[in-house]
Nanobody
Framework: QVQLVESGGGLVQAGGSLRLSCAAS????????MAWYRQAPGKQRELVAV???????NYADSVKGRFTISRDNAKNTVYLQMNSLKPEDTAVYYC?????????????WGKGTLVTVSS
């Protein structure tokens, strides 16, 4: 069973930084794409950043230049460095592992970690 466990959320003042981590375990196959999503109260879940096993990245326009996604393939861990945080970054952040093109045939989600940015 594939499991994703996020950590690193918390309360921070506007302008501050946080680093999220997501450790994946249990996969028998390489996780080609890992991503961070977020869901703010009353809003739909949205993609924040994505990274492939080769290191290619893509970001939502709202976080470009402030957030950096990275991964350690040996540890099956993905990170999200969040700088210059804004109150509108407040959300539950979810880790995603795309295993749809493997025999698992689906993607997996962590339970989420809450990030609160105070003004």
């Amino acid at each position: 069973q594939v499991q994703l466990v996020e950590s690193g959320g918390g309360l921070v003042q506007a302008g501050g930084s946080l680093r999220l981590s997501c450790a994946a375990s249990g996969s028998l196959f390489i996780i080609n794409t890992m991503a961070w999503y977020r869901q703010a109260p009353g809003k739909q879940r949205e993609l924040v950043a994505v990274i492939t096993v080769g290191g290619s990245t893509n970001y939502a326009d709202s976080v470009k230049g402030r957030f950096t996604i990275s991964r350690d393939n040996a540890k099956n861990t993905v990170y999200l460095q969040m700088n210059s945080l804004k109150p509108e970054d407040t959300a539950v952040y979810y880790c995603n592992a795309d295993l749809r093109k493997t025999p698992y045939g689906m993607d997996y989600w962590g339970k989420g970690t809450l990030v609160t940015v105070s003004s």
